[in-house]
């Protein structure tokens, strides 16, 4: 018995938040895969069904002018982070009201509310990546262009870690905002549906026009994008961009913080 | 918290929280930010104030107040799942709070997923939860229902599998508040019995009651609490004793 209560105490505050944050996202995929049949096959059928819409569209409807070829692949390797980051952040404006008996009964660190957000939709991205993988082996038969791995595949490390670093940042800021105002839930879904147009996912960077391009540099979801297609298209690599989004990241991640710790007293009395 | 103390301990001092009275209340950005010292704002009040009293490990504390006076609000500061507006808790060790048992359990989840769950959140590891899983089972009596999920299970089992869970964790200070008024007579009646048996083993309680039976069972000092403040400080059968004069039937 006394063994047991000391080996808890040596827990370093690391230990302690890694094995909560894990307990709670396994948790958390547990539920979805538990609950429906198709489990897996859900998470990846929202961007397919998106990915074959627009492959059609911008294909054979308007004949395609942006992206390159082809354009399946160049189109799933932006929607499916995207996925991940719709997905984080929309969540996180639901983070402590989803949670909130649990939240009140114990006393892991709050951040963890946010966190296991990120770290659950980041798995669900990286058990989607095989997806591309199979679009791009299936290019190789059926298309005159197929889909050529470079050694920029390297960046997709990166560009995993920019975005977890950028999707915590705004969850931390969303998630205590949310508490004290509602309204900011609808506001941050309309937000989303436009920065879905705005960020390089059916188009790349290199398609704007040359006075835009660094406005939507100014976008850190770009450089992020740039770095995962440089796996099929090495040109799409923007290293101005990558710059950009790693400064826009951390400075988020520091104003999340920031708000976070300011704001989780009235938070955890609020809820 | 430069000084040593003792595991078990609980300092509370010039502890105060503030709550709105309004939910729908004005509230700027500006509110938001400001820090804990910024002055009371009109529509707020102060759920405590001015709170002070310490507890030395093993002792077991009855709190004592009519409803909305502040005991719940005492209880949430000592498991700090919500920090005071002025003043300090301190607690020293970790703290099994039976405050809303049943919140971390998962209505999709199996009834020993929500054991590993719950149990690993208030820090278990997982090797000392699959050495205390069967004694978990045995107590909250379903051991047939372990693979049937949380959302079927009635509303006695459910409070019986989370008390099992959350007393059985390796704590020096257990915090009870009221929720044993669910459940039948005789598991009640094991409830109790298990809380003393924790009290036997040197475990500070905090206990919410309104039944001075309990009460007077289970605790040795109480506290009373009065309008967000702290009244009496003194032997349980004295405190008893005021309240019921005060307010007494």
């Known amino acids: 018995m006394t063994s047991a209560a000391l080996s808890r105490r040596e827990w370093s ?22 609950t429906s049949f198709l489990g897996y096959f859900w998470s990846i059928l929202d961007p397919l069904v998106m990915a074959g819409i627009y492959w059609f569209v911008f294909t054979v409807v308007f004949g395609r002018g942006v992206g390159h070829e082809p354009y399946i692949v160049f189109l799933l390797a932006g929607l499916l982070p995207w996925m991940w980051f719709t997905g984080a952040v929309s969540d996180c404006t639901r983070a402590f009201t989803r949670e909130a008996k649990l939240i009140r009964s114990t006393t892991i660190p709050r951040t963890i509310w946010v966190t296991r957000l990120v770290l659950s939709k980041g798995i669900e991205f990286v058990a989607s990546i095989p997806v591309i993988a199979i679009f791009a082996i299936g290019t190789l038969i059926w298309s005159k262009t197929p889909a050529v791995l470079h050694w920029e595949v390297l960046w997709t490390i990166p560009a995993i870690l920019l975005q977890a670093v950028l999707i915590t940042g705004i969850g931390l800021i969303v998630a205590p905002l949310v508490v004290f105002f509602r309204d900011l839930e609808r506001a941050v879904k309309l937000i989303l549906r436009f920065a879905f147009y705005a960020s390089p996912i059916i188009y790349g960077l290199g398609d704007l026009p040359e006075q835009l391009r660094w406005v939507a540099a100014l976008n850190p979801l770009a450089g992020i994008f740039g770095m995962y297609r440089a796996a099929f298209f090495p040109q799409e690599l923007d290293l101005f961009a990558i710059l950009i ?27 | 918290m430069a000084e040593e103390f003792a595991e078990g301990t609980i300092r509370v001092s010039g502890a105060g929280i503030r709550y709105k009275r309004n939910r729908a209340s004005r509230r700027s950005f ?21 709170v002070d009293f310490e507890v030395a490990p093993g002792e077991a504390i009855g709190v004592v107040g009519r409803n909305g006076q502040g005991k719940s609000t005492l209880l949430k500061l000592v498991a700090q799942v919500v920090y005071p507006d002025e003043g300090t808790v301190a607690v020293h060790g970790g703290v099994a709070p039976l405050i809303e048992i049943t919140g971390g359990f998962v209505n999709d989840l199996s009834v020993r997923d929500n054991v590993y769950l719950t149990a690993g959140l208030h820090g278990m590891t997982k090797h000392e939860i699959d050495q205390r899983f069967d004694e978990i089972l045995e107590f909250a009596e379903i051991g047939d229902f372990v693979d049937t999920p949380y959302k079927h299970l009635s509303s006695g089992m459910k409070v019986r599998i989370a008390f099992a ?25 094991k409830c109790y019995t298990r809380i003393e048996e924790l ?29 967000g403040a702290l009244v009496l400080d003194a032997p349980i059968r004295e405190v008893v004793d005021r309240y019921n004069a005060d307010y007494g039937v």
């Open chain 1, 13 to 34: 505050p690391f230990t302690r938040y890694r094995r909560s944050l894990w307990l709670l996202t396994t948790r958390d995929l547990k539920v979805r895969y538990s």
């Open chain 2, 165 to 189: 869970v959350v007393s059985r964790l390796e704590e020096p200070i257990i915090l009870v508040d009221e929720v044993l008024a669910v459940g039948d007579k005789a598991f009640r009646e």
């Open chain 1, 245 to 271: 989004s790693t400064g826009v990241s951390l400075a988020l991640l520091g104003i999340g913080l920031a708000v976070f710790s300011r704001t989780i007293r009235t938070v955890l009395k609020e809820i």
């Open chain 2, 30 to 50: 500006k509110d938001l930010f400001a820090g804990r010292t910024r002055r009371t704002r009109p529509g707020e009040f102060w759920a405590l104030r001015g």
């Open chain 2, 199 to 227: 009290l036997a083993g040197g475990r500070t309680l905090f206990f919410v009651s309104h039944s001075e039976r309990d009460l007077l069972r289970f605790c040795t000092r109480g506290l009373y609490l009065d309008k």
